[in-house]
């Protein structure tokens, strides 16, 4: 993974998306939907591993189970092949966590519809 830190050129290359969602998988979801091949949407901007937690104090617990859920449905759509997952590397545990839109075959268009949105609500 490159970023902005260690490979500027990359980064320069790549900027930031100007799309920043809200917390939680309602808006994801909306926005995967809709998103055509090459969108890009930061989903998130800290350190999800500690951001996420609790006991860290850093987020409210209803926040923190919203981070929980947003960033596991990003990776099961990516996992599924709708999206691609990046993380700039902003400073020390800050990365912005972006999600991009990837191309699809006729088959997968088809199913985008059935997105796991009855599951995430």
């Known amino acids: 993974m490159h970023d902005r830190l260690t490979h500027p050129a990359a980064s320069a290359a790549a900027p930031l998306?100007?799309?920043?969602l809200p917390l939680g998988a309602a808006p994801f979801i909306a926005w995967a939907i809709n998103a055509l091949p090459g969108d890009r949407a930061i989903y998130w901007?800290?350190?999800?591993?500690?951001?996420?937690?609790?006991?860290?104090?850093?987020?409210?617990?209803?926040?923190?189970?919203?981070?929980?859920?947003?960033?596991?449905?990003?990776?099961?759509l990516a996992e599924d092949g709708y999206l691609r997952l990046v993380q700039h590397?902003?400073?020390?545990?800050?990365?912005?966590?972006?999600?991009?839109?990837?191309?699809?075959?006729p088959a997968r268009r088809a199913r985008r519809l059935t997105l796991p949105i009855a599951e995430a609500a």
């Open 17 to 20: 998306p100007d799309t920043v």
């Open 45 to 76: 901007q800290g350190h999800i591993a500690r951001d996420a937690w609790p006991v860290m104090g850093r987020l409210r617990p209803r926040d923190c189970r919203a981070l929980t859920e947003t960033a596991r449905l990003a990776l099961r």
């Open 89 to 105: 590397r902003l400073g020390t545990h800050d990365y912005a966590y972006v999600a991009i839109a990837r191309r699809m075959s």
